[in-house]
Structure formats: structure tokens, C-alpha cells
């Protein structure tokens, strides 16, 4: 019914770039709630950023100026643009989806029914 489909992940040195991508098998993407989550070596899945159907985004104050989330509803496609990495940004991401007709961004794991496998991050020294 839905799948989404993580990639882009690697390894990158302090202070590169990288871009994730999640590809959603929906047929109503643009109706969806899009969002990245991640999950640090020993702690729990948390929230980094978020995207509405109305292009509304929200973003942890971890990542705040230095990550910008985007989709393109042609390519059924959300991204992660991450600038600045620092160590502290390793961990395996995730993609998550759900249906919302409002306008609100979700930021609780709980929120996401829908969710890809993960893609690993890992930012060196």
C-alpha cells in the first residue's frame, strides 16, 4: 500500500554535505505529511524535520539552519538537504509518511504510520 525507500545515506567528514532522498510509492503524495526522524548509536528515534502537503516544514533545534527539508510531488520524492554536519549528526535515518489534510507538522514517532527502512549516516572528525 505504501512504501518508502531511503537513500543517500554515507559517510561524509565534519562539515560536508549530504542529501537524502525518500522515494514514496503513494498515489496521493502530495496529500501527505512527509518526515525525518533518526536514531543516534544508544538513544531513542527523534525528530528532525518535517514537511506538510501546504510546504509548511519544521525542524529540531538540533538542525535548525543547517538541514532544510523539501519534497517534489512529480517525483513522488522527499529530501533532506544537510549542511554543516557534525558528529553528533551520525545515526541511521528514517523517512516516515501519513495522510494529513491539515496543515500542522508532526514531529512524534507515533504520528507516522508509514515508514522506511533507514538509511546510515555517518559523520567523521
Known amino acids: 500500500q505504501v512504501q518508502l525507500v531511503e537513500s543517500g545515506g554515507g559517510l561524509v567528514q565534519a562539515g560536508g554535505s549530504l542529501t537524502l532522498s525518500c522515494a514514496a510509492s503513494?498515489?496521493?503524495?502530495?496529500?501527505?505529511?512527509m518526515g525525518w526522524f533518526r536514531q543516534p548509536p544508544g538513544k531513542e528515534r527523534e525528530f528532525v524535520a518535517g514537511?506538510?502537503?501546504?510546504?509548511?516544514?519544521a525542524y529540531a533545534d538540533s538542525v535548525k539552519g543547517r538541514f532544510t527539508i523539501s519534497r517534489e510531488n512529480a517525483k513522488n520524492t522527499v529530501y533532506l538537504l544537510m549542511n554543516s554536519l557534525k558528529p553528533e549528526d551520525t545515526a541511521v535515518y528514517y523517512c516516515?509518511?501519513?495522510?494529513?489534510?491539515?496543515?500542522?507538522?508532526?514531529?512524534?514517532?507515533?504520528?507516522?504510520?508509514?515508514w522506511g527502512q533507514g538509511a546510515q549516516v555517518t559523520v567523521s572528525s
Open positions: 514537511i506538510t502537503q501546504s510546504d509548511n516544514t
Open positions: 516516515a509518511a501519513r495522510a494529513a489534510p491539515i496543515r500542522m507538522v508532526f514531529t512524534r514517532r507515533g504520528d507516522y504510520p508509514y
Open positions: 503513494i498515489r496521493t503524495f502530495s496529500s501527505y505529511g
